[in-house]
């Protein structure tokens, strides 16, 4: 078996929350290695933009009548959502510091993990 077919096996059968989390971690990651980088400018943006992304669909995917999370934390999850977008606004305008998007999405990490 090759690879790249275990690894499309591995996306077939893993939880979601497990792929949420695994998505969170490589976001995080290149935000990380972004600011200890001092990455300035493009790559700076990307990861930024990256992670503005990831938040703007899981707003979107809480939005939809049929996600089953309850009422509350889908709003929660959509207002987050909100503030990336404006913060990193601010990241990529203004140099703001990552840490709070960094620390928003450790935060998530640890909910998905059960450790919260």
């Known amino acids: 078996m090759?690879?790249?077919a275990?690894?499309?096996?591995?996306r077939?059968?893993?939880d979601p929350r497990n792929t949420?989390?695994?998505l969170f971690g490589q976001v995080?990651?290149?935000?990380?290695?972004?600011?200890?980088k001092g990455i300035k400018g493009g790559p700076l943006a990307e990861a930024v933009d990256w992670n503005r992304?990831?938040?703007g669909t899981l707003a979107a995917d809480c939005m939809d009548d049929r996600n089953r999370l309850p009422k509350e934390v889908r709003a929660q999850i959509v207002s987050l959502s909100l503030w990336v977008t404006r913060y990193s606004k601010q990241v990529t305008r203004t140099?703001?510091?990552?840490?709070?998007l960094i620390e928003v999405n450790r935060t998530i990490m640890q909910g998905l993990s059960g450790a919260a």
């Open 6 to 10: 275990y690894k499309s096996a591995q």
């Open 28 to 36: 995080t990651g290149a935000l990380i290695d972004a600011q200890q």
């Open 95 to 100: 140099g703001a510091s990552m840490d709070p």
């Open 53 to 55: 992304r990831l938040w």
């Open 12 to 14: 077939i059968t893993e």
């Open 2 to 4: 090759s690879h790249q």
């Open 20 to 22: 949420e989390y695994r």
